[in-house]
C-alpha cells in the first residue's frame, strides 16, 4: 500500500512540474527596443514592469535607432516606444514604414532644433554663418545614426552653414561639451530636444528655424512591426493607450536622471508614485 503511496506522490509531482512548464511555455514574451535616450529609457523599463505584472516575460533591446528600425521590419524586436516623427525619423519611416504598424501616440508636445544658451544674442539659425567664429565653426551633436543629426545636416545645407561642422558623440557627451562651455561664458550651439531635463538645469533656448527644416511639434509613438497588434491585442492595446504630459515624462526622466538605483527600480518607484496613471493604460479586459 506504501508503494502505491510513493507512486502516487512521485506522479502527482510530475504532473505539477509539466503543469507549471507547460505555463513558462504559454507565457507571453515581447521584446521591447531603446535607444540611448532618457525618454526612451523611462518608458520602455516602465513598460517591461507593467507588462511583466500580467504575465509576460519582457526582453528589453538597447541598440542605435537604424539596427532598431531593422530588427523591428524583419520581427526580432516587437516594439518601439519613442519614434519621434512627423520629422526626425522620417528617413526610417520613409525607408521601413512599409513594415511597422502605428499603436498610439505617447507624447505630443515633443520639439527637436538646434540649442544655444539664454546669453547667446542670436535668434536664429539664419544667424549662425555670421559667427562661426564664437562658435568654432561646430555644432556639438549626438550619435550619427540619430534622426536629429540627419535633419541637421539638412539644416547645414538649407542655411548656408558650409563652414560648420556636425561633430557627432554621445548625448553625455554632448552636454558635458554644453557645461563646459557656459561654465566659461563661451558660445555653443548644440542638437538638442524636449522633453529633455537640460532644458531644467541649464538656461537654454532654441534658435528660431524659418526654413522649418526641423519642423514645428515633433510627436513621440509606440510603433510595431506590422501585425503585432493582431498576434497581441492586449499589448498593442497597452501600449496604445500609454500618454504622458509634459509634467509626468519629465518627473519621470528627472527620476531617472538623478536616482541611484537602477532604471527598473526607478520605473517600479515611478509606477508605484503614478498608480492611478499607470492602470488607466491597462485594457479593460484584463479585468474581466
Not at 19 to 38: P, R, V
Request: net charge negative.
Amino acid at each position: 500500500m506504501r508503494i502505491y503511496k510513493i507512486v502516487g506522490i512521485v506522479l502527482s509531482a510530475m504532473l505539477l512540474l509539466a503543469s507549471c512548464a507547460h505555463s513558462d511555455l504559454e507565457k507571453k514574451k515581447i521584446k521591447i527596443a531603446y535607444a540611448n535616450w532618457l525618454e526612451g529609457i523611462a518608458m520602455s523599463h516602465l513598460a517591461k514592469v507593467v507588462l511583466e505584472e500580467h504575465g509576460y516575460e519582457v526582453e528589453l533591446q538597447n541598440a542605435d535607432l537604424a539596427p532598431i528600425f531593422v530588427s523591428m521590419a524583419r520581427k526580432k524586436s516587437d516594439v518601439f516606444l519613442d519614434a519621434w516623427l512627423p520629422i526626425t525619423m522620417k528617413d526610417y519611416m520613409d525607408q521601413y514604414g512599409d513594415s511597422i504598424e502605428f499603436l498610439g501616440e505617447v507624447y505630443e508636445e515633443a520639439r527637436i532644433g538646434l540649442v544655444v544658451p539664454e546669453y547667446v544674442t542670436i535668434q536664429s539659425i539664419s544667424e549662425l554663418a555670421d559667427h562661426k567664429d564664437r562658435f568654432s565653426s561646430e555644432i556639438v551633436g549626438i550619435d550619427a545614426g540619430a534622426g536629429i543629426m540627419k535633419t541637421t545636416d539638412k539644416a547645414i545645407t538649407a542655411y548656408g552653414l558650409d563652414g560648420y561642422a556636425l561633430m557627432t558623440s554621445s548625448s553625455s557627451t554632448m552636454l558635458a561639451s554644453l557645461k563646459k562651455a557656459m561654465d566659461k561664458g563661451e558660445w555653443v550651439v548644440i542638437t538638442g530636444w524636449t522633453p529633455h531635463w537640460m532644458f531644467d538645469q541649464f538656461d537654454l533656448k532654441f534658435l528660431d528655424d524659418p526654413k522649418k527644416v526641423y519642423g514645428d511639434l515633433e510627436e513621440i509613438h509606440a510603433i510595431a512591426w506590422k501585425g503585432f497588434s493582431e498576434k497581441d491585442p492586449f499589448a498593442a492595446e497597452f501600449f496604445g493607450n500609454i500618454k504622458l504630459t509634459t509634467e509626468e515624462l519629465s518627473s519621470f526622466m528627472t527620476a531617472m536622471k538623478d536616482a541611484r538605483m537602477d532604471e527598473e527600480e526607478i520605473a517600479r518607484k515611478w509606477r508605484d508614485e503614478h498608480r492611478q496613471l499607470v492602470d488607466s493604460w491597462i485594457p479593460k479586459s484584463a479585468n474581466k
